[in-house]
C-alpha cells in the first residue's frame, strides 16, 4: 500500500495550482510517483513507513522534474508513504571577497573586512566614526553584474541585544546601486532603501538590481545614544533572484527571535579564528553550506536579553514589518516564562499561539524549538513548556526545532551559569539548528 503527501499547500506563484501529486504507479519492483510540476522549480521526494515521522525521512532530490521512481519498492502489506516537497530556492552569497571601497574622516578604514565572512571580531571591522549630514561615511561593494534581485544585510555585532545600536549601529543610511562605477566614488548612483532612526543591531534589504554592478551605502547618522560610533563586522549579499522570479521572498532566510540564550548562541562570533574556543562557528548558516554548498543562508539574530513570550509577542508585528524578507522565524522563548519554577503554561501557550497566528497570517514559517535543561534550580518544570510546544506544533501543522532540553541534559558541562550556554554549548546550538533543519534542504 502507498500513500502520498506534498510539502506545500500552495506555491504562492502567480498563476500556479497548489502542488499535488497527480498519481502514483505500482509495478513489478518499482513505483512511480507523478505530481504538477512548476516550471524551473526543483523538488525533493522522501519515502517511509512511518508517517508520523515524516521529518526525519532522508530526502532525495530529483531536481527540477515531475515524476520520481523508487526501484527500492517493493508490494507487500506494509504502509509505504511518499511525501513530495518543493526545495528552498537557495539565495547564494555573492559578496565574500568582492572589491570593496570606502570612505570615513576617520583613521582606521579596512574595507576589505566588511566581506570576508569573519563576525563579529575587532580583527576585521570597519570602523566609520560619527558620520553625519554633512560628513557622512560610506562603503561599496562591487558584486558584478548578473542578479535581478539582491538582498543585503549588515551586522553591527558588537551589539548584544538585536534592538540595540549602542556599539557600532548606525542611525541614517541610504543604499544605492551603480552601473558604471569604478570606485564607489564615480559613477551614477540611484538610490534604492532610505532608514532613519535605525533601532537594531543587524538588519537587512531587498531591492532590485536588475542592469546594476555596484552596491553602496551612505551613513549619515549615529544613534543619539551611542557613544562608540559607527562599527561594521561584516555585510552580507545574496542573490535572490530565483525565489524572486517565482514570486516570492527570499526563501533561504531565518530569524532567530528569542531571549539571552538566542542572544549569545546566534551572534556567529569568530573570535579570533574558527578554531578559537571563543569562537561560535561554524554558524547554522555555516553548518548549512557544508552539508549543501549551494546554500547559506542569511540568519539574523533576534534575541533580546530577558524576554519573555509576551515581550516577544509585543515587538513581534514590528520585527515583522522590518524584516519583510525573512521566511523561517524561530521563536525560541520559554526558559524566562518557566523561570522561578513557574508550573503554569496557560500565558505562555497563548503568547506562542499568538506570535504563530502572526507568522502565518504574513505567509511566515515559524520553527519553535524545546526550551533548554537548565541546572539552576530554577526551571524544574520546563517540561511543562515543552508539552505545549509540542501541542503548538502538532496542532498548528509547523516545524518543531532541536530538542535543546535533552541535549543540554545529556552536556551540562555546556552550561557556564546552570542556564546559559558556554562557548561550547553556543557551538552546539549552531550544529543542533543545523541538524534539525536539515531535512528542509536538498
Not at 12 to 18: C, K, S, V
Not at 51 to 72: E, M
Amino acid at each position: 500500500m502507498v500513500a502520498a503527501c506534498v510539502g506545500r499547500a500552495g506555491r504562492g506563484d502567480a498563476g500556479q495550482l497548489p502542488l499535488e501529486v497527480t498519481n502514483i504507479v505500482v509495478g513489478p519492483g518499482a513505483a512511480r510517483v507523478n505530481w504538477n510540476a512548476a516550471p524551473l522549480q526543483s523538488y525533493s521526494v522522501l519515502a517511509g513507513t512511518n508517517f508520523a515521522a515524516i521529518t526525519n525521512w532522508n530526502p532525495t532530490s530529483v531536481g527540477v522534474n515531475s515524476s520520481f521512481v523508487d526501484t527500492n519498492y517493493s508490494a507487500g502489506n506494509q504502509a509505504l508513504f511518499y511525501r513530495v516537497k518543493e526545495n528552498i530556492n537557495p539565495n547564494p552569497r555573492i559578496s565574500i571577497g568582492k572589491p570593496t571601497f570606502g570612505y570615513t574622516s576617520e583613521l582606521y578604514q579596512n574595507t576589505s573586512g566588511l566581506v570576508d565572512g569573519i563576525f563579529n571580531t575587532y580583527a576585521t571591522t570597519w570602523y566609520a566614526g560619527f558620520p553625519t549630514a554633512t560628513a557622512p561615511a560610506w562603503f561599496a561593494i562591487d558584486l558584478g553584474a548578473g542578479p535581478t534581485r539582491v538582498l543585503l544585510e549588515w551586522n553591527a555585532g558588537a551589539n548584544y541585544n538585536y534592538q540595540e545600536t549602542d556599539y557600532g549601529g548606525p542611525g541614517n543610511y541610504t543604499l544605492y546601486t551603480s552601473s558604471n562605477s569604478t570606485t564607489g566614488d564615480d559613477g551614477t548612483w540611484t538610490p534604492v532603501v532610505s532608514v532613519t532612526n535605525n533601532i537594531y543591531r543587524t538588519r537587512s534589504h531587498s531591492f532590485d538590481f536588475t542592469g546594476m554592478s555596484w552596491v553602496k551605502m551612505v551613513i549619515t547618522g549615529t544613534p543619539t545614544n551611542s557613544l562608540n560610533g559607527v562599527t561594521f563586522d561584516e555585510v552580507e549579499v545574496s542573490d535572490m533572484s530565483a525565489a524572486y522570479s517565482r514570486g516570492r521572498m527570499a526563501e533561504d532566510t531565518w530569524f532567530f527571535m528569542g531571549d539571552s540564550i538566542t542572544a549569545f548562541w546566534a551572534d556567529r562570533s569568530t573570535a579570533s579564528g574558527t578554531n578559537d574556543p571563543a569562537s561560535h562557528q561554524p554558524s547554522f548558516a555555516a553548518w548549512i553550506n557544508i552539508y549543501n554548498t549551494n546554500y547559506f543562508p542569511l540568519m539574523i539574530d533576534g534575541g533580546i536579553g530577558g524576554e519573555s513570550s509576551a515581550g516577544g509577542l509585543a515587538r513581534l508585528p514590528q520585527n515583522l514589518a522590518d524584516n519583510p524578507d525573512y521566511h523561517y522565524w524561530a521563536l525560541d522563548y520559554g526558559a524566562n516564562d518557566a523561570s522561578g519554577n513557574n508550573t503554569d503554561p496557560s500565558a505562555f501557550r497563548a503568547n506562542m499561539q499568538a506570535m504563530i497566528d502572526l507568522l502565518l497570517a504574513d505567509g511566515r514559517v515559524p520553527v519553535i524549538p524545546h526550551i533548554s535543561y537548565a541546572t539552576d534550580g530554577q526551571h524544574d518544570y520546563v517540561p511543562n513548556f515543552n508539552a505545549v510546544i509540542d501541542e503548538l506544533v502538532a496542532t498548528n501543522h509547523i516545524l518543531g526545532g532541536p530538542d535543546c532540553y535533552t541535549f543540554f541534559e545529556n552536556n551540562t558541562n555546556q552550561l557556564v551559569d546552570g542556564l546559559h550556554p558556554n562557548d561550547a554549548g553556543m557551538r552546539s546550538y549552531n550544529l543542533l539548528w543545523a541538524q534539525a533543519m536539515r531535512h528542509l534542504y536538498p
